[in-house]
């Protein structure tokens, strides 16, 4: 932090009540969006009420200080970037004020997806549907005049603003709508007025100029909207002239909306074509029709979706070059199916241009074909290269008619630059989203993409067509503003000077502005060259220097080179999909309640790049601040899960973390998160006195205050000797070298130490089925709280130890089995990224199974037994997220399914909040409640006689806020078959306050 950015920091911590931020990490984490620019901000400033907004434009105004309001960071050219203070208003304006018959009143920071879930409610949606709507907020929304998908419906957001409020330039908080021009007004005194008679000024001066404008397109938002905002008797609409105007003519706080009923009946239908351009005819042929969206794809997609879901592998011809996405809506089902057969019979009986095509009428099977259209571009990103599906010419729109003309010129453009590209649109209204593969690392390519824009734009202005069709200008079309506006220019001048005369927001964006060069600096993804430092050895022939950076802070712990670790971080785009609140996923549980960039997974990514190209220093792995950062990240893998580009953030995570510890060591209240097992081991020798220390205040108390064990967390007892030094265990602990199925029970901690009477269970169950058992004594922990903690050192101990003792067994015919799905994931994923290319690694890996998905197999191989006696309860189920992790799909649901009278409801609430030991520190409790609140509260219902869950920390958790009892669903199993009757007390056995059963 520099002076200028310590004293921005501290003056205005004293003017205003929300967020201000301006240390090294947290700049860079607003240096970048979606695009390919990267600008390290003086700061960031986080309002919670529209007076921190205007203090913060009064004393921006004062000093000169850019400003550059950001929403959800998702744009795609650089339009929240910039030299100077990003206003974030993501985590605080968050409200929906209120719900009308025909409007809505949200805050700037609203989620779009949020704002239609409450209006869902009143049968109402706000149309435009960009498509991060997910995470995308109102006020981006206003402010680039946002479309989407189903724009031949609802067209763009401009026909639905009525009225903003906003901060001016001055910091003067203004209501603007439709405002009669008062030559005589004072911009303080009635700021509409006075605006007014500028721009009517402006349109008088300058008519010809904005009539010539107008392009033949159906969509153009480029430029600032100077068409269709007067009305009658020169009553100027401000509130439509700020919309699209990328926040660069005042800053937007709430705004007052007009929202649309709901489709009655929709029918959906993937149309197949055997060439781009044929699909792109058929786009036009459906423009002059009565549809609501016909998005079009090409090959490149296709053959990612086909490779990477089953379900689209099935549904699209694999000779398939192209498909279009239409979508009809009708009064009833019956009626959109017939619609959909007339489009049908147009394109592929009379015109002969598709070659067949799937309909959809149920709104699953039409969700399955929208989800190929909203992942389209960040699923890009999953191909592995320097080159990558770049946004920079995404925006492009030309006259639906001559959208074949213009695919076939933009396909030569390409072919004669050598330049690979992937093309997505919105085909009836002209809109074409292409992406060329750039390294942008590179000068020569960097040369190319400007040549490929200037082409391009030159084909799409020769068609009537427009750089600007529903994104922003930003930095990436800004340079190229006077090729398409020419004469238009001087009035856009005029205006930005009208509101903006200390030209102090989002300078450089719509208008060239002298003080931001016209060609913004890309983001940095290339590791620098750096000499080497005394001491330091050059790399061998044909080997590379394993350094967290090239300025070698602390070596590499897990089994990859800088180079790959900066792979893995640049392959995050910035779409900004992790930060969604958005049902049926669940990343990212620290984001959900309580959204902030610095819990966004994409933060973490940007964070390690940065270290890793020199963007930040890399002793900064050494602050407390970057662990904090790290410490964001549970572990608990759903955004490699379900990042649409597989960004694997957890194995960042854990090598950040392990940089820290390897430099500083382990934080105090980490170190009962890392050494649990060890815990655990001392309390096995005193039972009874542990049983009564965790169910003590006082001891609580202390414990909290050492250990920084949560006072209030719920904990398990004890049992009173360790599993493996149970009788069961030393009758089987020996290799059975016979023949027939054999298992190898792995015992992790919890099962060890708090619940042997699951692993006598699974043994029981197990050897009912015929399964010969082995549990090895000398097994240790699986040691994901160490890895979760950054601890790899002690970690990679225990997987060399534990990999040499289970590789022996596999090679004699064991599948190693666990209950414990963290437990599983360590040894199948964890333990190879440890110990890198170990044969025995890889042979363990490819060897374990959670316990559930071990029967299931056993049960789909039709050995199972099925001799179960009824269970007549209803238990409500939660996945846990390791579980997930192993992408093995639902096993314990559908085993559970084979008892008689059970009834299995799958709750789908997120993550419980336990993840792992992250909830049982005091520091992260309350988050941990907030997290699993959903969870909790759904078990809280009269509904279910249980719950259940495979994870230990998850049962806990559900324990926690309910007095409902969770059980292993491997202990239902074992009752249900008549093996352990006494285990059916539990469905009867809540928890006490501070101790589960």
């Known amino acids: 932090m520099d002076a200028e950015q310590l004293r921005i920091e501290e003056d205005l911590r004293g003017q205003i009540v929300g967020d201000v931020h301006c240390n090294d990490l947290f700049v860079q984490m607003y240096a970048s969006d979606a695009s390919i620019f990267e600008i390290q901000p003086l700061g960031v400033a986080r309002p919670r009420t529209r007076d921190d907004v205007a203090a913060i434009v009064r004393y921006a105004a004062e000093r000169g200080v850019p400003l550059y309001p950001r929403g959800g960071g998702t744009g795609l050219a650089g339009d929240s970037l910039g030299r100077g203070l990003v206003v974030d208003f993501s985590k605080y304006f968050r409200r929906i004020l209120s ?32 498509a991060a709507l997910e995470v995308t907020t109102l006020g981006s929304v206003i402010a680039r005049d946002a479309s989407g998908s189903h724009w031949p419906a609802y067209g763009s957001t401009r026909k639905y603003v009525d009225e903003l409020e906003v901060v001016l330039s001055n910091g003067r908080i203004a209501r603007l709508s439709r405002h009669a ?91 197949f074509f055997t060439s781009l351009e044929a699909a792109a005819q058929a786009g036009a042929e459906l423009s002059t029709t009565s549809i609501r969206a016909c998005d079009l794809m090409d090959r490149r997609h296709l053959s990612l979706a086909r490779e990477n879901d089953p379900r689209y592998e099935f549904l699209i011809p694999a000779e398939a070059e192209a498909v279009l996405l239409v979508e009809c809506e009708a009064a009833s089902s019956e009626l959109a199916r017939q619609r959909l057969r007339e489009l049908q019979s147009l394109l592929i009986d009379k015109l002969k241009l598709a070659s067949g095509a799937h309909t959809a009428i149920d709104p699953y099977d039409q969700e399955v074909l929208w989800h190929l259209a909203r992942r389209y571009v960040p699923t890009l990103h999953r191909l592995r290269g320097a080159s990558r599906p770049i946004p920079y010419v995404e925006d492009i729109a030309v006259p639906p008619a001559a959208l074949p003309n213009f695919i076939q010129r933009a396909l030569e453009t390409l072919r004669g630059l050598q330049i690979t590209a992937s093309i997505f649109g ?30 391009l734009y030159g084909h799409a202005w020769e068609l009537g067509g427009t750089i600007s069709g529903e994104h922003s200008e930003g930095y990436s079309r800004t340079p ?140 900064i792995v050494a602050d407390d601040a970057f662990k904090d950062l790290c410490d964001q990240c549970v572990h608990c893998h759903m955004c490699r899960l379900e990042c649409p580009a597989n960004v694997d953030v957890p194995k960042l995570m854990a090598e950040a973390k392990g940089a820290y510890v390897a430099t500083n060591g382990l934080r105090s209240e980490d170190w009962f998160v890392a050494h649990i097992d060890r815990l655990c081991s001392y309390a096995a020798m005193a039972p009874r006195l542990a049983n009564w220390a965790i169910s003590n205040r006082v001891v609580r108390w202390m414990l909290e205050r050492t250990l920084g064990i949560a006072q209030g967390r719920k904990l398990p007892r004890f049992n009173r000797r360790p599993f493996l030094d149970s009788p069961t265990q030393r009758r089987l602990g020996r290799l059975q070298r016979g023949g027939g199925e054999k298992a190898l029970l792995f015992v992790d901690t919890f099962a060890n130490y ?23 004594e000398r097994q240790l922990q699986a040691g994901m709280p160490m890895i979760s903690q950054g601890v790899l050192g002690a970690a990679r ?88 992790a192993l992408e093995v799909g639902m096993p314990t649901v559908n085993l559970l399914g084979l008892i008689p009278g059970l009834r299995v409801r799958h709750i789908e609430k997120g993550c419980s909040g336990a993840a792992g030991l992250f909830g049982f520190q005091r520091k992260n409790y309350r988050m941990s409640l907030r997290i699993g609140l959903p969870l909790i509260a759904e078990l809280r219902t009269a509904r279910y006689a249980a719950g259940v869950t495979e994870c230990s920390t998850c049962r806990i958790q559900m324990e926690q806020g309910s007095s409902l009892p969770t059980i292993h669903p491997i202990k239902l199993l074992a009752l249900s078959y008549g093996l352990k009757p006494e285990l059916r007390q539990l469905l009867n056995s809540p928890s006490e306050t501070l101790v589960v059963r």
């Open 99 to 130: 719900v009308g018959e025909e409007t809505a009143v949200a805050q700037s920071g609203v989620v779009l997806a949020q704002l239609n879930e409450r209006l869902r409610s009143h049968g109402r949606v706000f149309g435009p549907d960009p």
């Open 181 to 271: 021009p008062a030559a005589a007004a004072d911009i303080n005194d009635n700021p509409g007025a006075y605006l007014a008679a500028g721009v009517a000024d402006i349109l008088a001066r300058h008519r010809p100029a904005i009539e010539g404008s107008r392009r033949k397109t159906l969509i153009d938002r480029s430029g600032y909207q100077l068409l269709g905002i007067e009305g009658p008797e020169g009553v100027i609409d401000l509130a439509r002239l700020l919309v699209g105007s990328e926040g660069t003519l005042a800053v937007i706080t709430e705004a007052t909306v007009r929202t649309v009923p709901l489709p009655v009946h929709v029918g959906s239908m993937l149309l």
């Open 426 to 455: 919105h085909a009836a209204h002209g809109e074409l989203h292409i992406r060329p593969f750039i390294d942008i690392a590179s000068e020569e390519d960097a040369a190319k993409l400007r040549q490929l824009a200037a082409e």
């Open 480 to 619: 190229y503003m006077a090729g398409q506006h020419g004469p238009l220019m001087p009035a856009l001048a005029e205006l930005k000077q009208l509101f903006d005369p200390r030209g102090i927001l989002n300078p450089g964006k719509k208008v060239p502005a002298e003080t931001v060069p016209l060609e913004a600096p890309r983001r940095r993804v290339a590791l620098p060259l750096v000499e080497l430092q005394a001491g330091q050895r050059a790399a061998a022939p044909g080997e590379r220097a394993r350094s967290f950076t090239p300025g070698t802070l602390t070596a590499l712990q897990l089994d990859w080179q800088a180079e790959e670790m900066a792979y893995a971080a640049r392959v995050c785009n910035g779409c900004g999909i992790c930060r969604t609140q958005s049902y049926g996923v669940r990343m990212c549980p620290t984001f959900r309640p309580a959204p902030r960039e610095e819990a966004a997974p994409r933060s973490k990514a940007n964070i390690v790049r940065a270290v890793l190209t020199g963007s930040l220093p890399s002793s």
């Open 754 to 776: 708090c619940d042997a009477q699951l692993a006598e269970a699974l043994v029981a169950v197990l050897e009912h089925n015929g399964i010969s058992v082995y549990v090895p």
């Open 797 to 884: 101990a225990i997987a060399e130890r534990n990999v040499a003792l289970l590789a022996e067994a596999v090679r004699q015919g064991y599948t190693i089995i666990s209950t414990e799905p963290s437990a599983v994931l360590a040894l199948k994923r964890e333990y190879r990224h440890l110990l890198g290319d170990d044969s025995d690694a890889e042979l363990v890996s490819e060897s374990v199974m959670e316990a559930c998905h071990y029967l299931w197999r056993w049960h789909q191989k039709g050995r199972l037994q099925l001799d179960f006696k009824p269970l007549d309860i209803t238990v409500g189920y939660h996945a846990p997220c390791h579980l997930k």
